[in-house]
């Protein structure tokens, strides 16, 4: 196969005359980088398995502190199973969880690394300042979720009266915590979006703001369907802080604006119906010298026709 391979594309193994490397290469790094990322995560697995009993109770934390939700025997939240390895593979799963985020910096910078080269240097720089902001703005809205669903379960556990006993199922519990902090997370890294519109030049800092009625109509309605509970009080913290960093990236778009010099162009303050000035000083016309028709200037003389050769009837032997 290795043969048959060679023998279709025999230029696929050799470097470019330029030093780039050519497609067999890329796919060759690319198997690296997956080996050594997928090996990063299979040790972080492991610890997450170490992991996963303390973070499935730090996750059952807001049921556990609602009254009533602790068995008075045995000094334990009131969670059933439906499967006899519905628990096991919960484990399995949050240990999954845990492994991708503690080799999050490995298997990031595989993947940094098989894309950096391709990339020009403003690039690279846009990358590592997202990046950077990437990360705590998603763990400001992973800590959100986890106070809003504290208080969303408080107010739905009160819904059900005295009379219903309620218990709830562990994994969809869990699934229910975990994808609200998954919500709040991406919900966060909005205003990064915003940005990138504007490094690209796609929006300018003024249109962004001129959208702040959307964009504030739009975190509420997202707030709104993506919390728990019909109360307004997570639904209004959600939307006040994705309002905020909006209003932050506007902040940073007029500075990155300004810093670039854009709206200080030729035709920025004139409308599209306008006929726009012309700044230059035109050259004045001066009279040009009299030509005299006597005497044309710049005629050359005709040539002499050279005289016919007079041949004899044997000049061709």
Known sequence: ???????????????????????????????????????????????????????????????????????????KCLFVQLGPADLFLLNLKIGLWVGLIIAAPIWLYQLWAFIAPGLHRHERRYAYAFTALAAPLFAAGAVLAYFVTAKGLEFLMNVSGDDISTTLEVTRYISFVTNLILLFGVAFEFPLIVLMLNFVGIASAKRLLSWWRVAIFVFFAFSAVVTPTPDPFGMTALAICLSALYFAAVGVAFINDRRRGRGKEVYAGIDDDEVSPLEFDADPVVAGQRVDAAEPIGVPEPVAKPAPIERRYDDMT
């Not at 060759?28 to 040790?43: C, D, P, V, Y």
């Open 1 to 75: 196969m290795a043969f048959a391979l060679r023998k279709r594309a025999p230029k696929a193994f050799e470097r470019a005359a330029d030093g780039s490397m050519t497609l067999i290469e890329h796919v060759r790094e690319l198997r690296n980088r997956l080996f050594r990322a997928s090996l990063a995560i299979m040790i972080g697995f492991g610890f997450g398995i170490w992991l996963a009993e303390r973070v499935r109770l730090l996750l059952s934390k807001p049921y556990c502190d609602l009254p009533g939700s602790v068995d008075p025997i045995t000094n």
